[in-house]
């Protein structure tokens, strides 16, 4: 074999050639990978801001009943001690360890207490995101007679980070029968949830 017929062993054929210049697919070009990249950016925003909302939700969910459930515990006391015990809620917008609510014995002789633990406080389960409260009133008085002196409902409204959804711990007037509600249409904790989501949790 010839030197130069091994030479062109190594050229690739003139049909080949001219089947690559007609085949502009046979390649990626530099707009096609932009595109790709812009597409895959904005479903990751989208996934992203999808999963933070999830989030938001779970956690003031999450929230809302770790409050009821600590409102609950302090309802009891009154009968048991025989005096009656006053709730204050923080409101505002509130950070990692701050305290939510605050529970004390009404002439109490400093022996008493509504609750094992006096003080319920935000923990670092929410990151490093405030939380925004809101109440239709900051204190509550539970009497030894398992009521609330309140002759209205008591909303306490809770958002994460300001943002929605708002999930709302209710006492209902004299009874203070404790419900959890949510509404998903607002990021403000100066605004009620809806009386029929109270029903749904």
């Known amino acids: 074999m010839s030197l130069h017929s091994r030479r062109d062993l190594h050229k690739p054929s003139h049909s080949l050639r001219l089947q690559r210049r007609m085949n502009p697919e046979a390649g990626v070009t530099i707009p096609q990978l932009l595109v790709t990249a812009v597409v895959i950016v904005i479903l990751s925003t989208i996934t992203i801001s999808n999963s933070l909302a999830t989030w938001r939700s779970s956690q003031a969910g999450e929230l809302a009943q770790r409050l009821a459930g600590w409102l609950e515990e302090v309802s009891r006391a ?106 998903d249409g607002t990021s403000s904790v100066g605004t009620d949830c809806p009386a029929t989501s109270f029903d749904s949790i």
């Open 78 to 183: 009154p009968e048991v001690i025989g005096k009656s015990c006053r709730v204050t809620i923080s409101t505002g917008t509130l950070g990692i360890n701050a305290v939510l609510a605050r529970a004390e014995v009404v002439n109490g002789n400093g022996t008493e207490r509504c609750s094992s633990d006096p003080t319920l406080r935000l923990t670092t389960s929410y990151g490093s995101n405030s939380v925004a409260v809101g109440a239709t009133s900051t204190s509550i008085v539970f009497t030894p007679r398992q009521a609330i002196t309140s002759t209205s409902d008591i909303q306490v409204r809770l958002a994460i980070a300001n943002q929605a959804p708002v999930r709302c711990v209710r006492l209902s007037a004299v009874l203070g029968l404790i419900r959890v509600g949510r509404n």
